[in-house]
């Protein structure tokens, strides 16, 4: 059974900051792996997708990485605003039972001004 | 349209009501997905559509729960005699085939049982 599990659950920085939040799961069986971002009450909203193929994928000061075979994905945030304030969750399309994404719990992340 | 959208956006119902979720999906995208997400915990898969095909119900919690969608479009979430446990925020999201696609979520219903 695919289990995702994030790390760490929540993390607070300073404002200007690099940081990486991580993502691993059980089966390297996997389509993609996408990443959310979850504003308090709302929606998820997609932020990149890897497919199984790739390395990695960026856009703008967001750059998520894909190891398949080590069953990790990392999301580094460069220079973080407070905006970017929100869950951060992960999520892979497993080749059984593709149908159904797998989530991790997430990681709260709190960028102080 | 361009994304998922679900109605309403906030429901307030009294203990033992029936309630109805929507989920207008993006045009083409085949398959349709509800998920709920209680307080403080993660997404928890309820019933995928695809096509034309029988729907996916495993993870319907109980019978009190169902769900239909109408032409390969709009979906329905209902709730039956609803149980302060039900209260949750619930999801829809739609991808296309093949497997290559992403998901695409909507804003979600917050449902509050009182």
């Known amino acids: 059974k695919q289990e995702v599990t994030q790390i760490p659950a929540a993390l607070s920085v300073p404002e200007g900051e690099n940081l990486v939040l991580n993502c691993s799961f059980t089966?390297?069986?996997?389509?993609?792996l996408q990443w959310f971002r979850q504003d308090p009450g709302k929606g998820l909203t997609s932020l990149l997708l890897i497919q199984s193929s790739q390395r990695e994928q960026t856009s703008g000061r967001l750059n998520a990485s894909l190891d398949k075979s080590s069953g990790r994905s990392t999301l580094y945030i460069a220079a973080s605003q407070p905006g970017d304030s929100a869950t951060y969750l992960c999520?892979?399309?497993?080749?059984?039972?593709?149908?159904?994404?797998?989530f991790g719990q997430g990681t709260r992340l709190t960028i102080n001004p | 349209g361009a994304g998922v959208s679900q109605s309403p956006s906030n429901k307030v119902t009294e203990k033992g009501k029936d309630v109805e979720l929507r989920c207008d999906p993006i045009?083409?995208?085949?398959?349709l997905y509800w998920y709920r997400q209680s307080l403080g915990q993660g997404l928890e898969f309820l019933i995928y559509?695809?096509?034309?095909?029988?729907?996916?119900k495993s993870g319907l919690p109980s019978d009190r729960f169902s769900a239909e969608r109408t032409g390969g479009s709009v979906s329905t979430l209902t709730i039956q005699r609803t149980q302060q446990e039900d209260s949750a925020v619930y999801l829809c999201?739609?991808?296309?085939?093949?497997?290559?696609?992403?998901?695409?979520f909507g804003s979600g219903t917050r449902l509050t049982v009182v």
């Open positions: 089966d390297s069986a996997i389509y993609n």
């Open positions: 045009s083409g995208h085949t398959a």
């Open positions: 999201a739609n991808t296309q085939a093949p497997t290559t696609y992403g998901y695409t």
């Open positions: 999520a892979v399309r497993p080749i059984q039972g593709a149908q159904k994404l797998v």
């Open positions: 559509f695809q096509g034309n095909s029988a729907p996916d």
